[in-house]
């Protein structure tokens, strides 16, 4: 299995940026597509986008497409998340994870992935 940190967390005032990364560890990082959830407090978990093994392909919902850029560094074993132009709406513990299968669409992790993350807490203020 995968072992998942991330960090990068913070406060941040609206309209601003924030990296949060993702650092994995275990098994080989490549094997996995990985993405990014967020939940705010009283709600649902949330799925945000998706990136496949290699990188070649992403996934990003509508709530965040155009506001956020994933990559991947398969060498450092790496997951990282841009995020601007951040909203307070956008205040949420934020959970990278890892699953063997990749799909592109909306409802393909409806059931999430198979390994998570602690989390890290964004936290917008206006």
């Known amino acids: 299995q995968v072992q998942l940190v991330e960090s990068g967390g913070g406060l941040v005032q609206a309209g601003g940026s924030l990296r949060l990364s993702c650092a994995a560890s275990?098994?080989?990082?490549?094997?996995?597509?990985m993405g990014w959830f967020r939940q705010a407090p009283g709600e649902e978990r949330e799925f945000l986008a998706v990136?496949?093994?290699?990188?070649?392909?992403?996934y990003y919902t509508d709530d965040v497409k155009g506001r956020c850029t994933v990559s991947r560094d398969n060498a450092k074993s790496m997951l990282y998340l841009q995020l601007n132009n951040l909203k307070p709406e956008d205040t949420a513990v934020y959970y990278c994870?890892?699953?063997?299968?990749?799909?592109?669409?909306?409802?393909?992790?409806?059931?999430?992935?198979?390994?998570w993350g602690q989390g890290t807490q964004v936290t917008v203020s206006s």
């Open positions: 994870a890892a699953d063997g299968n990749y799909c592109s669409g909306y409802g393909c992790y409806a059931q999430g992935m198979a390994y």
């Open positions: 275990g098994r080989t990082f490549s094997d996995y597509a």
């Open positions: 990136i496949s093994w290699k990188g070649e392909d992403i």
